[in-house]
């Protein structure tokens, strides 16, 4: 490899591509407070390694990776990437490395090959270089045959991978992805960490990643685990998922009751660090100083880099927040079990595309329902024709006992509306937000004034009411985005991809609110990438192509599932297999 002009070392002779001491970086609020974003930070990326960088929002993964990408300067403390320092020498960085942002700066009225174009003229390759590279990184992302297809035409798996082979277009030294899985399919993401180990194992790239899903980091050789701007370790996955060998068990629920009501009991219990559903049963981890709870039947299981990750946490965390059980009798009340979303033979064309074609279901009052699919599915269609913002093509759709074809807006106001994407007003403060909503469905006065305190004592947004939207972290957009949605007391809430981007306390925190909602009787009917979610269904369809490929309770959809041998099956595997078998018979 090339040395730097300026003398610093050949990346052969370099054990570290990147080397952080005591890195500290400090921003300032509008109103004057400041925030620790990193507080003496050490880090150190071996060469040829694959580094994960995990943590709760607000950790300083964002911040510590824009260092090192030489789009910032340290506040405090040394920096040296590729030998390189950070702080004298930005620019020298900045040629040898390849960043890929939480949103990659795509043109979406571009084709891919355009879009590769602009990235290789950006980076100056010449014509040989073009023609030896072009084809490797189609090889790679399977996009070879859309190179005249516009970027805006193309799927979320299919855009991060086109994000991935602009990046890679001039073979960097040092490969940095900030949550480069985030809003995408378990198909894509497996695809696309294929071709992330591909890169390290056989190319020797040097990739430094931040990743929402645990599991992402268990295939990493080395991880940092941060939290609230600090290093709480640092190492070998596997010594995270030490912490809690011994303490991680498996419990069945009780006859009759569903194994997201078992977890919140659990959750309630001192002696519990974490709990979440998993295949119809709950798995658990036990603090270090106290046996498993006798009163519950459990068996032991073993540790996962997940279980280490929260004993982490929690042990940063004096007192783990907890949902207030304590609510005023008007606040969600009860309602009788009924039908409240009937979907028949629901039809939607674009032209000549149909995007959701004879779908029909289902759900009751109080149910959580998952529509699960791969990017482009037809989910997202689905979801604005339930809440009266599309209107359908053909078929039957009723929700809360009004025909949508017919009193789209009647129907708006029994329902919540979460959208995929940040959809709050930015420039307005969080409180402002609430106001601004709090009006929009009507409240006046003395209710209008109670539901906003509601919401920012139940979403616990006292500290941030000031703050603009636009900058707050994912968790904190997802709460406020939730209390906004829940201030008119809808019957019925939708939630489109809720969790994407949210970190995984953010993510259990949430869930916990939405097994309460279901037990006070909202209908809650949901989409998510995260198929470990889908466990926290009643009941769920499978979509892909518009199509409807498999519907039930989890438990049903698991039994499709094709595992490795001497594992159990997972949501995701049944996933793939219902995906990939409905694809294969379709090209036949």
């Keep these: 490899m090339n040395a730097d002009k300026k003398g610093d070392a050949p990346l052969s002779e370099l054990m570290f591509i990147v080397n ?42 964002t911040t510590l990776m824009r260092l090192i990408a030489g789009l910032m300067v340290p506040d405090a403390g040394s920096l040296a990437v590729l030998g390189i320092d950070a702080a004298a020498n930005p620019q020298a960085i900045q040629e040898r490395i390849g960043y890929m942002p939480q949103k990659f700066g795509l043109y979406e009225d571009l084709s891919v090959q355009e879009n590769l174009d602009l990235y290789a003229d950006l980076h100056g390759l ?38 991935l082979a602009c990046t890679l277009v001039r073979a960097p030294e040092l490969l940095l992805l900030d949550e480069p899985t985030v809003g995408v399919d378990p198909l894509s993401r497996r695809e696309l960490w294929e071709i992330i180990l591909q890169l390290v194992r056989e190319h020797g790239l040097t990739v430094l990643l931040s990743t929402a899903y645990l599991d992402e980091a268990e295939k990493c050789g080395r991880v940092v685990v941060l939290h609230e701007g600090r290093v709480l370790t640092e190492g070998d996955p596997q010594d995270v998922r030490g912490l809690a060998s011994g303490r991680v068990y498996i419990a069945e629920p009780p006859p009759h009751e569903k194994a997201r009501l078992l977890q919140a009991r659990l959750l309630e219990e001192p002696r519990v660090v974490d709990a979440v ?105 689905t979801f604005r024709m339930l809440c009266g913002l599309l209107p359908a093509t053909s078929g039957t759709l009723e929700v809360a006992g009004v025909d949508l074809r017919r009193a789209r807006a009647s129907a708006r106001q029994r329902i919540g509306y979460v959208a995929q994407k940040f959809s709050l007003y930015g420039q307005l403060s969080v ?8 009006s929009a469905y009507g409240l006046r006065n003395r209710a209008r004034r109670r539901r906003i305190d509601w919401a920012i004592d139940e979403f616990d947004l006292g500290g941030i009411t000031g703050i603009p939207s636009e900058r707050l972290p994912p968790g904190y957009k997802q709460r406020l985005a939730m209390a906004a949605a829940l201030l008119h007391e809808p019957e019925i809430l939708f939630l489109d991809e809720p969790t994407s981007g949210v970190d995984p306390l953010a993510r259990r925190e949430f869930w916990r609110r939405i097994t309460e909602l279901a037990r006070r009787g909202v209908t809650v009917i949901v989409t998510t ?50 995906v990939a078998d409905a694809r294969a018979a379709a090209s036949e």
């Design 20 to 61: 952080a001491r005591n890195v500290s970086k400090c921003f300032r609020r509008e109103h004057g407070a400041i925030v620790r974003a990193l507080d003496d930070v050490s880090v150190s990326v071996p060469a040829g390694s694959l580094t994960a960088l995990v943590g709760p929002d607000g950790a300083g993964k």
């Design 529 to 578: 990438h995260f198929m470990e979610e889908a466990e926290y269904c009643d009941r769920i369809v499978i979509l892909d192509a518009g199509r409807v490929l498999s519907r039930g309770a989890p438990a049903e959809i698991r039994a499709r599932a094709r595992p490795e041998t001497g594992r159990a099956p997972t949501m995701e595997d049944a996933f793939i297999a219902i």
């Design 277 to 381: 559903p998993e295949a119809g049963r709950v798995r658990f981890v036990t603090k270090a100083e106290e046996p498993m709870p006798r009163e519950i039947a459990a068996s032991p299981a073993e540790a996962r880099f997940e279980d280490g990750f929260m004993i982490l946490l929690k042990q940063r965390e004096k007192a783990d927040r907890a949902i207030k059980r304590q609510r005023e009798a008007a606040d969600l009340p009860r309602l009788p079990p009924e039908v409240v979303v009937h979907v028949d033979h629901l039809v939607r064309r674009f032209g000549d595309f149909t995007a959701v074609d004879n779908v029909g279901f289902d759900v009751a009052r109080g149910e959580i329902f998952g529509l699960l699919g791969p990017n482009g599915a037809g989910k997202t269609t």
């Design 126 to 163: 010449t014509a040989e270089e073009r023609r030896e590279r072009y084809p490797r990184l189609m090889a790679m992302t399977a996009l070879g045959p859309f190179t005249a297809r516009l970027a805006g035409r193309l799927s979320g798996g299919m855009k991060q991978k086109l994000g």
């Design 431 to 438: 409180l402002e937000n609430l106001e601004f909503f709090a």
